[in-house]
């Protein structure tokens, strides 16, 4: 283990990944860019929720983000941020998802549960309460997950 580096990545590639080596986390040439893509459709669909057969339905909302194809081969190493602000009057749950496309395909992952996509995160609304003592502007948020806030 001592010859073992304290950081090491596995960078995914369309045809599997590359195992590498690194000193420090976050990366020190780290380049932080801000990327802020538009959405690109809205869909609408119903999704039945209930217990012992009872139907509540509650609408779901899918909101994709794409960019214009990439020009040259990109990494994307470290923390993705996306802050979402919502008019909610009733509790959420949020998945966002960041997905790879070749030639408008989506290229997929091994992961823990395959195919996988490039990564994901998800929170629940009322469980948004940030801890200002160890949260980072912009960075790294920690949420405390033990005060449900109501929207």
């Known amino acids: ?10 960078v995914r590639k369309i045809d ?7 000193k420090e986390w976050p990366l020190a ?14 869909q609408f669909r119903q ?14 909302v899918t909101v994709t983000f794409m960019t214009p194809p990439l020009k040259e081969e990109t990494e ?18 949020l998945f966002l998802v960041l997905r790879s496309r070749s030639d408008l ?6 992961g823990a549960l395959d195919p996988t996509p ?12 940030l801890d200002p003592a160890i949260s980072t502007k912009n960075t790294r948020p920690y949420h405390t997950h033990d005060v449900e806030r109501t929207p």
Do not use: N, Y
Not at 16 to 22: C, I, K, M, S, Y
């Open 105 to 110: 395909k989506e290229v997929v992952f091994q």
């Open 47 to 60: 999704e039945a929720r209930g217990k012992t057969g009872s139907l509540i339905s509650k609408p779901s």
């Open 1 to 10: 283990m001592e010859e073992t580096a304290e950081v090491q990545l596995q």
């Open 16 to 22: 599997g990944f590359v195992q590498r080596a690194e």
């Open 76 to 93: 994307i190493t470290g923390l993705l941020l996306r802050t979402v602000r919502l008019p909610l009057t009733t509790d959420a749950d």
């Open 29 to 42: 040439r780290t380049r932080w860019t801000k990327h802020l893509p538009q959405p690109g459709g809205l």
């Open 118 to 129: 490039h990564c994901s995160g998800w929170l629940r609304a009322s469980h948004r309460k």
